[in-house]
């Protein structure tokens, strides 16, 4: 079958042949529909080591159930399922017992540490799967699989108060999904981003102020709405992280979302002083893809949605590390 795979580290996304994977034990094979794009494959690209090679790029998938392993119960062939970054986790630990395996430091990530779902088929592990809404068409919810899971969580950790104002810095395919989110919520909002057609659409989403780091005085911006009550950083960058900080009003609270694998310094005098809340978010719970599926069905989350073909993806990956895209695309396979 096709797939989107790397042939080793730091390689070049290729359209390859790759084998017909089959189900174990506990697992469903998907014959997959669609798959998004993810600067998280672009990261995943450029690592100097891979759990496995050739690896299948691809975390954000929708398909339907083909055939099942043995002793999956709860789910059958002709179940349509969305596919998200987190394959599953150990089972045994505290975080798993809590249900909580996006925390799980044993987890198995889809498209890292097993084959991902820019394929025709895709293996998942049952328990870690959503049941997708029949109304709501593939392209639109494969984003959700990832960007929307996770931007629904980061929103929910900030926890504000109907009427606060949410500062969002990347108001890319995430950040999108987190203003519109934040808008049901009752929160006003304020972008960061500098691109022009991110805060084009950032305004489309529902924030009444986008500014521009690169060209706007974000100091004066944030003083003249007395601060914000809570920041969400989706851009892992040393300066964003610190400017976010100094935006927070006393009290408030800093969602960090974006991952990178260096160390970034904090203003701890903003953060002491002022007694902010820190929390890192990372992907979301189960219940989450659930809410945001249907809160997609319902009409109330629209994704920026563009869309190619599956041998197009090596270059679309390519045009979205440029910067020279703005929303989400998606792969539409069948």
């Known amino acids: 079958m096709n797939a989107v795979r790397l042939s080793e580290a730091r390689s070049a996304a290729e359209l390859m ?3 017909e994977p089959s189900p174990g034990p506990g697992e469903a094979l998907v014959r997959v529909e669609a798959c998004g794009l993810c600067r998280s494959d ?39 399922v969305g596919l998200t970054y987190l394959y599953g986790g150990c089972g045994a630990c505290e975080v798993c017992g809590a249900g909580r395996p996006e925390l799980c430091a044993r987890q198995r990530n889809r498209g890292y540490h097993v084959d991902g779902a820019f394929a025709a088929l895709a293996l998942a592990q049952a328990a870690c799967v959503a049941r997708v809404p029949t109304g709501l068409a593939s392209e639109v919810a494969a984003p959700l699989c990832c960007a929307g899971w996770t931007a629904y969580r980061a929103v929910k950790t900030a926890a504000l108060e109907p009427g606060a104002w949410l500062a ?15 808008v049901l919520e009752g929160w006003r909002v304020v972008a960061v981003d500098p691109n022009a057609a991110n805060r084009h659409l950032a305004v489309e989403a529902g924030a009444e102020v ?31 992280v610190a400017d976010a900080a100094r935006a927070v009003r006393r009290g408030g609270c800093l969602v960090l ?6 160390t970034i310094e904090l203003p701890l005098l903003d953060i002491v002083l ?58 539409v396979l069948g």
């Open 210 to 240: 986008t500014l521009d780091p690169a060209g706007d005085d974000l100091r004066r911006s944030f003083k003249s709405l007395g601060g914000v009550h809570g920041a969400i950083s989706f851009v892992a960058a040393a300066a964003t």
């Open 257 to 262: 979302v974006g991952l990178a694998p260096e």
């Open 42 to 80: 672009l990261f995943i690209q450029s690592l100097e080591k891979l759990p496995q090679t050739p690896l299948t790029l691809g975390h954000e998938g929708i398909g339907v159930v083909e055939s099942i392993g043995a002793g999956v119960s709860g789910l059958a062939p002709g179940d349509r």
């Open 274 to 331: 002022k007694g902010l809340r820190i929390e890192g978010s990372f992907l979301g719970r189960q219940a989450d893809l659930d809410a945001v599926f249907a809160l997609a069905e319902q009409g109330r989350l629209r994704p920026a949605v563009h869309t190619c073909a599956l041998d197009e993806v090596p270059a679309a990956l390519e045009t979205m590390r440029e910067g020279r895209l703005a929303g989400r695309m998606v792969a």
């Open 168 to 182: 969002v810095w990347g108001a890319g395919g995430l950040g999108q999904l987190a203003i519109q989110m934040a």
């Open 17 to 19: 042949d790759a084998p």
